[in-house]
């Protein structure tokens, strides 16, 4: 008997030390998987909810979650911190902290990295990747250029030190009036010398600016999705791409062609990459690049025999937030090292209906996109067309990967996190 | 006396037909500018873009001042917004190229759109404006 209660207390002990999310802990979609439809054998549930509007997300290695809120105006807590205590995979403890809105957010060795829309912090964390004094947080970047658009400063990190941050474009398309009808391009477009790429930023020197980093990649209208690939060592983005080409020239574009053009693209970035905007898009009807109108285009000429082509392209005004690769095992091989897209949603297709509201899956081969992209995750705007943005009930932005392969998306209406699970 | 009468029924109808006319043809008029362009960012419905676009939907800046209203169409409008606790962070061009009657016709139309009911704007109130700002 004693022996026997002995060996339930050590059991119990031996369950309970089983964080979420980590191998050996089977977690239960829910009945009706979230409201999501899923790949068979997949299964979802709802994590946590209520967050606020929730951006990117990450998960530590205990499989506690990190969750940045948008929208606040430095009012309220902007980053939660979430465990679910009982290995139910439902969050039962959350604590709120930091005054910043912003997007982005990432754990870094013993760091906690998180983003407002002009600068990078920092936390320390203790050896279970808790943040050792929500109070004390580093300056890492200052200063970076926020003009009302485009002014997420999403962000990540690689293996050797180096933080990479996405500067957006304070512009549509460097009108010299912006998203002004008729209006022709600056030449050359002066926004490329402080935003429009990606900057290079050391990971652990403090109040970093401009003149500390490096222009690492331009002509990037705006990136909120980007990860840094471990295996190929190499920084992958997805650009959102310009708005309005009918709007701004109907005589070029009618509103079919304008809710479909330019191709949302993923670019494989090395150092000096150029991606080509304002000057040129990415036609992915054409498979070419197309000077821009405010350059002198047509909607046929091409442009920019110098510019990096896409690594992928898909449908204009998807809106890609977050991009992932996928190096865990609970999924099943062919998901392996291949990259989730959470496409938040289009508003640039109206009066057609809009699309996006999914996260897709791209297959990779040998570090490159191989085969078409396919929708993984889809349900979260609710039932039937979505005609403006705001009839969407949820909207994916953010992806993490937890420890036992699973999922998490983050939706950042209603601050709901989903949980994916493989099952079979 | 007859044709008096006559005269003064005429008269009378063609001043009511004249005075629905403006107002519904200067909603109908809006309607073809607002989606010429206003719709890419605020919408079809006028619900806007979440946290980017504000809504046009039963606003205070919609059915309030409207020489405010006349102003943001005139200025554009590169400040944070705030709507029923959320922030609206898009900058809005000036659209100082339209005319007075123009800009009176896509205010009335989204004066009365997407649930909104409020008086017209008159070509002569956006005139008044136009000349205070520049």
Redesign the interface.
Known sequence: MNKFSLATVALATFLTSFGPGVPGTAVKPDADNAGLKLPSGFGALVAAEGLG?ARHLAVTPEGDLYVKV??T?NKGNTIWYLQDTNGDGKIDRKTGFFKYDGTGIAVKGNYLYASSNTDVYRFKLNDKHQVIDTARSETIVTGLIN???H?AKAFTLDNDGNLYVNIGAYSNSCQI?????GSLGMQPCPILDSAGGIWQFKADKLNQTYGDGQRYATGLRNVVGLDWNTRLNQLFVMQHGR??LH?LF?DMYDEKQSAELPAECMYALHKGSDCGWPYIYYDQIQHKKILAPEYGGDGKKTGGDHIQDPAAAYPGHMAPNAILFYTGSMFPEKYRNGAFIAFHGS??R??EPQKGYFVVFQPFKDGKPAGDWEIFAEGFAGPGEI?????AQHRPCGLAQGPDGSLYISDD?KGTVYRIVYNK | MRIWMIAAVLLGSCGVALGQNTTAASIARGKVLYQNICLACHQADGSGVPRMNPPLIKTSFVLGDKTKLITIVLKGLNDDVEIEGEYYSNPMPPQAQLKDQEIADVLTYVRNSFGNKASAVKAAEVKVVRAKIK
Do not use: F, I, L, M
């Open positions: 509007h948008e929208g105006r003009r009302h658009q002014e009036k912006d998203r002004t009808k708005d309005q709007d109907p508003w640039n109206a009066p005609k403006s943005p705001g009839q209406v």
